[in-house]
């Protein structure tokens, strides 16, 4: 399976955009790139998805680059509640797994 | 909102009994998942299901099995607890194909003595 490769850490000043980056440059053209993230104490929550095209939801958007080898999770206003670590997570597509890898722990700053 | 409850959230148990590990989920979810979670790993999967009865070797089954007996409940059983399997167990929930979300329960921290 293809792998992607994430900061271990990130910080940025609360109300600000953040941008966490993610590099699969593996990636096959068939492969979804998920996004989750775990709050402290919590179980992972899903934040978005997408294959080739960006991506908009409540939560955040999916920038994915032309050539699919690396994507970008923005969080257009953060709050300390976005305070998580942040997997990227490609998944095969007829693959039920989800393999998640170490992620980006996001620190907001007051 | 779909809820994942997982029995307990810290457990401890002595090396070499049987644990039960419980998780409900109430969306009527045919998917259902095991993973652990341990520092500088990430988590991993370590058996799913697709339907009452189905089962699924994830990454890591050795040591593991599952039931699943009811479409709302998987059982994760470790048959002979170990030391390390000493680590966070989380279970998650999903409806139809792989690009759904998974819906995750927050956690059971097992301790093995």
């Known amino acids: 399976d293809a792998k992607t490769t994430q900061p271990n850490s990130m910080e940025s000043n609360e109300e600000e955009p953040v941008h966490l980056p993610c590099n699969h440059s593996?990636?096959?053209?068939?492969?979804?790139i998920h996004w989750y993230r775990q709050l402290p104490s919590q179980g992972p929550e899903y934040v978005i998805h997408?294959?080739?095209s960006n991506v908009n939801n409540r939560m955040a958007s999916l920038a994915i680059a032309e050539d699919r080898k690396s994507s970008t999770l923005i969080l257009h206003r953060a709050t300390l509640r976005d305070a998580a670590v942040y997997y990227c997570?490609?998944?095969?597509?007829?693959?039920?797994?989800?393999?998640f890898g170490t992620g980006t722990r996001l620190t907001i700053i007051p | 909102d779909v809820k994942v409850t997982q029995s307990s959230r810290y457990l401890v148990k002595r090396t070499g009994e049987k644990v039960f590990l419980e998780c409900v989920q109430d969306?009527?979810?045919?998917?259902m998942f095991w993973y652990r979670q341990d520092p500088g790993l990430g988590l991993r999967l370590i058996y799913f299901?697709?339907?009452?009865?189905?089962?699924e070797k994830g990454d890591i089954p050795e040591g593991y099995s599952v039931s699943r007996e009811k479409k709302e409940r998987f059982s994760l059983i470790l048959e002979s607890a170990s030391t390390n399997q000493t680590s966070m167990y989380l279970c998650?929930?999903?409806?139809?194909?792989?690009?759904?979300?998974?819906?995750f329960g927050d956690g059971t921290r097992l301790s093995i003595l």
């Open positions: 998650a929930s999903r409806t139809g194909g792989g690009n759904q979300p998974q819906h």
């Open positions: 593996t990636i096959s053209g068939t492969d979804y």
């Open positions: 997408g294959l080739t």
């Open positions: 997570i490609l998944r095969p597509f007829g693959n039920e797994k989800l393999t």
């Open positions: 969306m009527d979810h045919e998917n």
């Open positions: 299901s697709y339907d009452v009865k189905m089962k």
